[in-house]
Nanobody, 121 residues
């Protein structure tokens, strides 16, 4: 069993900052890419940003310059920090991880339950 548990989020003022964390636990052999997605009502889930095991990041155009993604591989944890929040950033944010439970398994994507972020104007 593998679990991803997000924390953080909630109500943030426009122009403020958002900090989220996500911890992976359970049967974990190796984690490759960890990242964050978001989904607003009536819209498809979209990538916010990701970070691979080497520390390379990939940020969505909508958040470039405002987003910092980092990870602590020893703790199987990924972090998101976003500044200059806009109403369009309001969404449910989901943690994602590509990982293996054992050496011979293929990479599989796991998801957290999501945490809601609301931007007050």
């Amino acid at each position: 069993q593998v679990q991803l548990v997000e924390s953080g989020g909630g109500l943030v003022q426009a122009g403020g900052s958002l900090r989220l964390s996500c911890v992976a636990s359970g049967r974990i052999f190796s984690i490759n890419v960890m990242g964050w997605y978001r989904q607003a009502p009536g819209k498809e889930r979209e990538l916010v940003g990701s970070i691979n095991s080497g520390g390379q990041t990939n940020d969505a155009d909508a958040v470039k310059g405002r987003l910092t993604i980092s990870r602590d591989s020893a703790k199987n944890t990924v972090y998101l920090q976003m500044i200059g929040l806009k109403p369009g950033d309001a969404a449910a944010y989901y943690c994602n991880a590509d990982q293996k439970r054992c050496r011979f398994e293929t990479w599989s994507a796991y998801w957290g339950q999501g945490t809601q972020d609301t931007v007050a104007t």
